[in-house]
């Protein structure tokens, strides 16, 4: 029995016909069937892959889908999520579920502008733990399924137990006003907030509940059955078309089935649990869920067999929940849940296949092969796939695929072709009315039609120009071509022709031409009238015609025998199908090919396939003796030796018989000695030393030892080479070869011991290579010898003496002690007893410097250690130098090299650098080991960058210098600028031979001095300059005369003592004023530099006593007083540009003994609080910002909508950056959402970026986005910021105010002795005292303390640094204001004084007032004081009168000696605030817990992936992306402004400091080289000498982040939601949609034109939406309603 329920299904124009309408329940004994009806869905093939899931806590019970709100629903027990659909990222979860007591869940309050979310399957709902099913009224069981999660306004939580608060009906989609519900809901057929099985017929009430799904469609019904899936074609029953439509959810009546259906198993698999099927170009595609958590793919075919299967694991061991549905808004995505988590689902992707036949044969339903875009795709992505053979399907199989066949393909080259036929093959859509060509490369194309009326498709095409015919290869008689049809630009189809040429055929193979010519591919004749290869046959008609190669003329090759020089004799020779020659040769004998070719045509041959050889002897050469001569007889010569001529000539009697010959004669014996053991290989040289080997078997004896000849080194009667035995004992004898006749040797043959006593060196590295020297006697004795170490490895590059052998030494792989000894003939070996030290090998560290003129010859210095066991080092510069140069070792640590001259030379780019140890190549034994770097891949450790030559000239590039002789010579020589770094001692300047001495170098400048004569005979000498092998001549020097040198001195002489008369007493009176003026300046310049250094070392020892007692005092949870992340992001979002924040922070004026030690609260319309709107407007205000909401969380919506602001010219920077601040605040609940618009954007502006100038991208923030990365940055950094750097940058900023304290300040000006910029310098040298004042003050938990100040301080700044040592631990905003306190002096017991700015006491000078100080009240040093609040602040010269009097009392009469001599107290302060500096830098530069902040990370790595999908490979272009994106955009941001961070008082002086602190860190982010010099400005030049370490820090750190693995979107995601969670009722939300709406009227009519616009937004009619959000918020709802 079969019963159906109905489920209500939402209905939306998003949605696919996949989605499922019904549910059933089947019970069949004890067995549960699924039927499952076959819906066309359509989707892409092939690799299933989970592209997101999400893991839920507790287990699954259903899902449900919403397109249009692009959400899913997750219902799960005791929970229920609301998720994006694309990612499976959490937007918002509620604890669900029923509750004991409860008869039905709360219904949540109507509230406007919430999404609509589908009603979720009931079926498939599991009670959850502890809930009670209630009784229907007819006993069944009744479940409730509580309401999905609407889509929350941006100020409203969701909270369990709402429901929807609007019903979703038919129709268009269109949610029903307050109050209205769907008419079944009305009848009380389904109650609110979940579906009721009690009201079903009792016929179904009593059914065991399925987990099983039950969908409807076409005819096909599949299903699984205790783990066998079913088909069947049903007729009998058939869902009416308006069933099949959205409606069919709002039946008055349950669907059902009345008769059961039979049905056979397709598919066997165990564990079985859900399924979905598609039918797509004729098959089923069925997804099956099993109980182990994996989800197969099958293609049916439509007889139903099995064509291919594919499966993955969703999640092990957790089976797969019966709901699988498609994606409405991309069915290529299949949604399917486990017990604990939800899974998408990539179920096709075609682009694997590359070919026709690869992407046809995988019998993939989705994929088809896109004829003429030449790609395996979905059906929907190829163009016009609906028209025939556009689109092929994988159903007929790979003989579709398209080809095409050449007619004719093989071309004659003799033939004159105009044009070729290509038949076209496979299904290819008609050709007719396209732009065709044929394509033979190399942009060769030529015009291409089609032939009308053909049955198949022909293509005309003109052929290949013959001038453009490719090359023959060489010995190849054809060439081939390929030739593609191109269709609209692309080519199709391929297929290749041959050109051939019969007459080369016949010239390839000039010995074997007329066979060849038959035998080729070709049809090709043979011309014997002209004894060529034709084409034509009809060229030869008069000649003898040949049908085949048997006809061909040709040599029989047959043997015959030798033929003595000189001689006639016949060679038979055979021919087939068809006079003679006498052969000589002066060789002793010579091998004569035998070839046939015809007279008068000495380049054709008859055919011989089988080569003849003839050979040829002369007896008259060879045969210098007797032996040789009769030992030819072997060889078949027929030689004899004539005694009288003493020569051997040809034996023309055959019966005579050779005669004797000599004894033997041996000339030369080697070696002459040998070990006793024997084994040398003795080679006896001499005449008649056997006819042949077996004459000398056994003749050879040296004293009584027989030699062993060796037969395969017997050269007959020259040499013998036999292998001595052993001796008993040392002699020395003779040589004897006794044959028929006895010979024997003049020199003798000595058997000796050889000894072995030592070998030196004993040690050496690992490596090997070391040459090692082995002392004794006897050592040249043998002619083989090797030298062993430890037994086994051979010592190579032997050389030996008698009394020294040389070898290199082995590698090994471990350290140790082997053993040497020395093996003869490989007998034994002796000496083992001596032994070689394995050491550690030799390791280099450094070299330096890392450059290089090209010329080569600068001195490398290599330092490491073990360099005393190299015997020789060589240094090689890969593909840039020339040759290997030799180095020297100066000490175990120590090596120098010169460089090799560049070639190549291509660019700065450091080439790598390799050594050679004792011949080894050097590697990091780290890297591998030593002794196998041949097997492994080597990587130079070194690198050495190749620069241009350095240029000198002279002071005036002048090419003469004049000089005479005895006179001193000075030479100044100027340098281009280089990269090069040389040292003073690298110059060597010469003035011909006489070197000139090298005083003074600098970058720019060489002077050099001569002390000596530089007479000599030539007038003329060259000067060089000489850097390494680079060697200039910049002058020459042209020495004159002597007499003229005196004559011109006594004119000059004259002329400047008649000239000193007249000018005597106005240049001493000058000079005498000078000198005292100089003097002067002298000593106070060293006076001041002697107190530079002791400033700056008394200043930092106090600093750092001070900082070290700030810091002890220091409370961590109060005393660095962070400001709370709500008023962080609020200073940070709108600190000028938004209109909402200009002095709009309010600080309520506070009295200290009311407020002191409370925290006081800033005021920001963007914090939480109340939105103040009228109360008649607040109804439709609410639901007009509840939906204003909405659209703003559609993605498409709001890129559309940022960018019309955009294309505004009147929507200004400062409207931009307050849009991205307000856009910030409104989504900061969904900072998953932001990030995702947010990269959208950034997309765009790369686009727009990279078509320009990619490296100016980020630089400002002229647009939203780029604001929003700010603000995205300062969200994600702010833990990071608080955490790892805010301790550092506060102490820093303290460093800062109590060093500027330290010294004078000027009270007007703000001007300070001790300082960083050089516009705040106090350039007058005021001395000030320190007091130390004991004051008491009742507040701040302190009642009295030592302030330390100085005797110039006014009383308004001694009264600052009372305030701030007492309330150090306090925020600057709870501090009493100086205007609100009396300082009062107890001079006496008696005697007390209020000390004020101005008073009667006060100095009156040129006519005004001079500010009263410490020491005009003649206040002592340990002075009592008291501060307490005032009543009247009239007594007190406030801050305005002190700034509106500033001209008035600047005290001009002091006098400036050099103003700019104080520029060097910014050195002072420089280095007493380095420390603090640099713990600044570091912290933020460092990874906390190894690892960079996730936002850090994330967004580097979304760069490079840009960058890399726009082919953009410059790394320096990446570099500045990510110094724009975070030093820049946000660390930079925070330097100049610490009280976005702190509560803290930031004075301009302070901010100037912070000005130059962030010029140093921009600075040391960039990459471009800084141009410093005496014009530059100081905020430059006083860090530039740090910036380079700096910057080396900062390229390390994007190196670390860069190789860190990447982050995953989930990983991501989760901290963005973590982030989101913990602010998340920090602003209000409504205040910042309200501005953003002002926005959106002001240009309302450009937004709603962008949204027509835009197909995407037109479709979803987001522009009615959004007309609708106007109506409501300018109270015109009735309008709206009716426009729409």
Known sequence: ???????????????????????????????????????????????????????????????????????LYLAAVNRLFQLSAPNLTLEAEAEEGPRRGQTALPRAPDAPGLVRAPQAPHRQLQQAPGARPRAGPAGGLRLRLPGLLPAPPPRQRLRPGRGLSRRVTRGRGRARPRGGLPQHAERGRQPRGGLDVGSFPPTFRNIQTSTHLLIFGNQWISGILDSHVFTKVFFSFQLQPEQLDCGAAHLQHPLSILQPIKARPMFTSPGLTSVAVSSVNNYTVVFLGTANGRLLKINFNSFMDVMSRESITIAYGEPVHPIMQFDPSDSSYLYLMTSHQIARVKVAACDQYTICTDCLAAADAYCGWCTLETRCSLQHECANSDEPYYWISTSGGVQQCPSMTIIPSEINMEKENTAMIIQMNGSIPSLSGMKMSCDYGNNIETVAKVLSQSLNQYVY?????????????????????????????????????????????????????????????????????????????????????????????????????????????????????????????????HLFPVNLRLKEKPGQFIDSPQMMIVEIYNCATGSADCSQCHGREDLGHQCIWSDSSSSCRLNTEVLQIPGPCPPPEIRKIEPLNGPLEGGTLVTIRGRNLGRRFSDIVNAVIIGNVKCIPLQERYIVSEEIVCWTGEAIAEFSDVVTVNLSKEGKSRERYSYVLPVVKFISPSAGPKAGGTKITITGSNLSVGSELRVLVNGTKECTDLSRTDTTITCTMP????????????????????????????????????????????????????????????????????????EQTNCKVHSDTVITCPSPAASNLTGSKPASVDFYINGRLYTDDHHFPFDHYEEAVHISKFHLEYYPDPQFFTAKKEKWIKHHPGEPLTLVIHKEPDNLGLESNEYEVKIGLISCEIQIVSDKVIHCSVNESLSTSERQLPVTIQVGKFNQTIAMLHLGGSETAITVSIVVCSILLLLSVVALFVFCTKSRRAERYWQKTLLQMEEMESQIREEIRKGFAELQTDMTDLTKELNRSQGIPFLDYKYFVT??????????????????????????????????????????????????????????????????????????LEQQKDFAVRDRCNLASLLTIALHGKLEYYTSIMKDLLVDLIDASASKNPKLMLRRTESVVEKMLTNWMSICMYSFLRETVGEPFFLLLCAIKQQINKGSIDAITGKARYTLNEEWLLRENIEAKPRNLNVSFQGCGMDSLS???????????????????????????????????????????????????????????????????????????????????????????????????????????????????????????????????????????????????????????????QAEKRGISDPDTLHIWKTN????????????????????????????????????????????????????????????????????????????????????????????????????????????MT??????????????????????????????????????????????????
């Open 811 to 882: 590698s090994v792989e471990f350290t140790a002690t082997a053993s040497v000894c020395v093996q003869f003939e490989n007998k034994s070996c002796i000496g083992d007893n001596n032994n070689f030290s394995y050491e550690k090998n030799p390791s280099i560290m450094d070299i330096n410097p890392k450059k290089s003129q090209i010329s080569g010859g600068r001195i490398i210095t290599v330092e490491g250690n073990g360099f005393l066991m190299a015997q020789n080092v060589s240094m090689v510069v890969h593909t840039v130098g020339k």
């Open 1525 to 1632: 994106s975070l030093p820049l955009r946000f660390w930079v941001n925070i330097l100049k402004n610490p009280q976005f961070v702190f509560d803290i008082d930031k004075t301009d002086h302070i901010d100037a400091c912070l000005s130059v602190i962030a010029q140093a860190f921009i600075d040391a982010c960039s990459i471009s080289d800084l141009q410093l010099g005496k014009d530059s400005p100081t905020n430059k030049l006083l860090y530039a000498k740090e910036i380079p370490e700096y910057r080396k820090i900062v390229q390390k750190y994007y190196k670390q982040i860069r190789d860190m693995p990447p982050l995953s979107e989930q990983e991501m995601n989760a901290h963005l939601a973590e982030e989101s969670r913990k602010y998340r009722n920090e602003f209000n939300t409504n205040v910042a």
């Open 461 to 589: 095409c003109n052929f290949l120009p013959r001038e453009k015919y490719p090359a023959f290869p060489s010995n190849q008689d054809h060439v081939i071509v390929q030739t593609s049809v191109k269709v609209n630009g692309k080519n199709i189809v391929w297929a290749n022709f041959t050109i051939y040429d019969c007459k080369r055929t016949g010239n390839i193979y000039p010995k074997t031409a007329c066979i060849s010519c038959f035998s080729a591919k070709w049809k090709c004749h043979w011309c014997t009238r002209k004894y060529t290869c034709v084409s034509n046959a009809t060229e030869c008609e008069d000649s003898i015609q040949m049908t085949n190669s048997t006809d061909c003329p040709q040599i029989v090759p047959a043997s015959v025998a030798p033929v003595s020089t000189g001689t006639s004799q016949d060679i038979a020779i055979t021919l087939m199908n068809a006079a003679f020659i006498k052969l000589h040769t002066s060789d002793k004998s």
């Open 1131 to 1204: 200073r940070t979002f709108f600190p000028k540009c938004s209109s909402l924040y200009e002095e709009r922070y309010i600080l309520p004026s506070q009295h200290l003994s009311s407020q002191m030690g409370s925290q006081v609260q800033e005021t920001h319309p963007l914090l939480l609080g109340e939105w103040k709107i009228p109360e008649n407007c607040r109804p439709n205000m609410e639901e007009g910002i509840a939906l204003f909401s909405t659209l703003l969380n559609n993605k498409h919506f709001l890129i559309v909508f940022v960018h019309a």
């Open 1347 to 1505: 302030v330390r100040v100085m005797d110039t301080d006014t009383l308004s700044q001694v009264k600052e640094k009372i305030l701030e040592a007492f309330c150090k631990n306090i925020p600057y905003s709870q501090w009493p204001r100086v205007e609100d306190v009396d300082l009062e002096w107890f001079a006496t017991s008696t005697d007390s004084y209020i000390l004020r700015d101005l008073d009667d006491t006060s100095v009156m000078e040129d006519g005004r007032k001079k500010l009263n100080t410490l020491a005009h009240y003649k206040i002592p040093d340990g002075a009592s004081l008291a501060m307490s609040l005032t009543d009247n602040k009239d007594t007190t010269l406030s801050r305005d009168e002190l700034n509106e009097n500033k001209r008035s009392h600047r005290q001009s009469h002091r006098k400036k000696v050099l103003p700019e001599i104080y520029l060097t107290r910014l050195l002072s302060t420089k280095g007493t605030l380095q420390k603090f500096l640099d713990d600044l830098f570091k912290a933020i530069l460092s990874f906390r817990d190894e690892k960079p902040p996730v936002a850090i990370k994330y967004f580097f790595d979304f760069l490079e992936e």
């Open 1635 to 1684: 501005e953003i709406y002002k926005y959106a009227k002001r240009y309302r009519n450009q937004i709603v034109s962008a949204l027509d616009s835009n197909p995407t937004t037109r479709r979803t009619q987001l522009q009615h939406k959004f007309e609708q959000v106007i109506a409501l918020m300018e109270d015109n709802i009735y309008e709206c309603c009716s426009e729409a």
């Open 1 to 71: 029995m079969l019963g159906a329920r109905e489920r209500e299904a939402g209905c939306s124009g998003g949605m696919g016909a996949e989605q499922v309408l019904s549910s059933a329940s089947v019970s069949v004994s004890s067995s549960v069937y699924l039927l499952l009806l076959v819906l066309s869905a359509p989707g892409s093939g092939r690799a299933l892959s989970v592209r997101s899931r999400f893991p839920s806590p507790t287990l699954t019970n259903n899902f449900a889908l919403d397109a249009s709100g692009g959400r």
